[in-house]
């Protein structure tokens, strides 16, 4: 049974730094993309980032290239993405996700196979 687990998330201050992590378990993700989405209350899911699992090739949104860094650790099974200089607008429930891979779908969230149960994460304004 694949499991996603996130953990990471908090109340934070604005310009703060954040690092949301998501340790995967119940098959191999070698050929595999993992991503890290957000979603705020009253807006559609959106992508921020992803990884492939086995090349480490990244992926940004461009509302995360400055500031979000998204790497993995095969030996922990884990996927980290470390958020800097965070911003009100930041304010969602991060969720992992995994894919297979395909650089064309990457950033596309119906192309998700497994999803974790998400991460709250806050900044006030």
């Known amino acids: 049974q694949v499991q996603l687990v996130e953990s990471g998330g908090g109340l934070v201050q604005a310009g703060a730094s954040l690092r949301v992590s998501c340790t995967a378990s119940?098959?191999?993700?070698?050929?595999?993309?993992m991503g890290w989405f957000r979603q705020a209350p009253g807006k559609e899911r959106e992508f921020a980032a992803a990884?492939?699992?086995?090349?480490?090739?990244?992926y940004y949104a461009d509302s995360a290239k400055s500031r979000f860094t998204i790497s993995r650790d095969i030996a922990k099974s884990t996927v980290y993405l470390q958020m800097n200089s965070l911003e009100p607008g930041d304010t969602a429930v991060y969720y992992c996700?995994?894919?297979?891979?395909?650089?064309?779908?990457?950033?596309?969230?119906?192309?998700?196979?497994?999803w974790g149960q998400g991460t709250q994460v806050t900044v006030p304004s």
């Open positions: 996700a995994a894919a297979p891979a395909n650089k064309q779908r990457v950033r596309e969230s119906n192309w998700y196979v497994y």
């Open positions: 990884i492939g699992w086995s090349g480490g090739t990244t």
């Open positions: 119940g098959r191999d993700f070698r050929g595999y993309h």
